[in-house]
């Protein structure tokens, strides 16, 4: 994700929020958080993070990465973001780590982090790895894009993918307000045929959805201002700010804005 993509996206709500003085106290009231969008740094968003409405998820990532950097000498971490869950999967780790990250905002974060557990930290775009054939025992992968067959080109014969991604189905609710909404399909349809096809032995390949309150739109603003491919041109203080509205009313309920998570998990092996 490019900074200067935040940056404009920001900019261009603040500037057009000039128009809409029927509606300043909304704007007032979402401002700040698209303010915040601006100072974003690393990839920690704990302090904004949703209610788990019901039963989560029937897997733990961290869980499993763990057990698998137990038996790997080699690990890359795609798209680590500010370092901050690699960070804590490594405490302990005596193998080789990386971390990849494509931001120049957060590659200089994640570096300063990770090197108190002697990770070193590499900006590079996890769709093509500046890495060599078969560098690694374990690739580990939460919530960034890959690439099937450069997974497969990095790992060592009988090395591990596991990764955790945004299933299909996620924030479905918006999308009668936002028609732009992008849909990225069946992608976990498609990283499964995709590792297949390199020849690597899928494991595990499951999906979950659950419900999830958010405090108020303010937070959910936040999340889709940092998030800027979700609904592109997103301008939340200006044309789209009918539909939040609109959506708000819609969608609030006593615990918060109600909306559907989705999440799946790949675990292969590279076995030839």
């Known amino acids: 994700m490019s900074k200067n993509f935040i940056v404009a996206i920001a900019n261009s709500t603040l500037n057009a929020a000039e128009g809409h003085s029927s509606n300043s106290a909304d704007v007032n009231r ?42 790997a000498q080699s690990v890359l971490d795609l798209g680590t973001g500010g370092g901050e869950l690699f960070a804590e999967l490594c405490a302990g780790y005596h193998g080789r780590a990386i971390a990849s990250e494509p931001w120049a905002v957060n590659a200089p974060i994640a570096k300063r982090r990770l090197s108190r557990r002697e990770v070193d930290v590499v ?4 769709l093509r790895l500046p890495f060599h054939s078969g560098a690694f025992d374990l690739v580990l992968d939460r919530h960034e894009e890959l690439d099937p067959n450069e997974v497969h080109r990095v790992l060592r014969r009988g090395g591990s993918l596991l990764t955790q991604q945004i299933g299909e189905n996620e924030w479905n609710e918006l999308r009668p307000f936002f028609p732009r909404m992008q849909d ?13 096809q390199t020849r690597m032995t899928v ?14 739109l303010g937070e ?17 203080l200006g044309k789209d700010l009918a539909a939040l509205l609109h959506m708000e009313d819609r969608l609030a309920a006593r615990e918060g804005l109600i909306l559907t998570e989705s999440r799946f998990i790949i675990e292969a092996r590279k076995t030839t």
Do not use: M
């Open 123 to 126: 900006r590079a775009h996890s």
């Open 30 to 71: 979402l401002r700040p958080y698209v303010e915040r969008a601006l100072t974003l740094t690393g990839w920690d968003l704990d302090r904004i993070a949703p209610t788990r409405i019901g039963p989560g998820l029937p897997w733990n990532y961290e869980r499993r990465a763990r057990e698998l950097l137990a038996q």
């Open 184 to 196: 990225f399909g069946p992608l976990l349809d498609r990283y499964v045929s995709g590792l297949q």
């Open 220 to 236: 959910l603003v936040y999340l889709l201002c940092i998030s800027p491919w979700t609904i592109p041109d997103f301008d939340p």
């Open 203 to 216: 494991a595990v390949a499951k999906a979950r959805d659950f419900r999830s309150a958010y405090r108020g």
